[in-house]
């Protein structure tokens, strides 16, 4: 987290989509990056330690489609966390890396936002019990 915000990487082709999950992270009260595609958030990934989420559609152009990327950083950046989304395939959680969770679209704003508030939530630290 910097300054309090979480970061969250959208990895979405689509202009308009990608646009709409920015205002959600920002509504949510994170900062938001922006790729394209997995090879532009693997570059991303890699100039940047403070990447907290990556939020990613399945379906994209390029070398690798978001199912791939999410076991990618799993391998490579295993803190961060991750969550996959797709208007097509229905993908199921086993496909996923362990910890990603995956939704439909189109999805309901305040699902995705709850989701990445429990996602970045179990990253801190536990109260301990007396």
């Known amino acids: 987290m910097k300054n309090g915000k979480a970061v ?9 989509i990608r646009m ?3 205002d959600l992270v920002l509504s949510a009260g994170n900062e938001a990056l922006e790729a394209g595609d997995a090879d532009e958030a693997i570059r991303i990934l890699e100039t940047r330690d403070d990447i907290d989420l990556v939020f990613t559609d399945v379906q994209m152009p390029g070398t690798m ?3 791939k990327l999410s076991h990618y950083i799993r391998d490579r950046w295993p803190p961060v966390k991750l969550i996959v ?3 097509a395939a ?3 959680e086993s496909m996923l890396p362990v910890g990603s969770r995956f939704f439909s679209k189109p999805y309901d704003d305040l699902t995705i936002t709850e ?3 429990r996602l970045l939530a179990s990253d801190a630290p536990k109260a301990r019990s007396l």
């Open 8 to 16: 969250v990487l959208i990895v979405e082709d689509s202009p308009l």
């Open 115 to 117: 989701a990445m508030a």
């Open 20 to 22: 709409s999950a920015v």
């Open 65 to 67: 489609d978001g199912i």
């Open 85 to 87: 989304a797709s208007g």
């Open 90 to 92: 229905i993908v199921e």
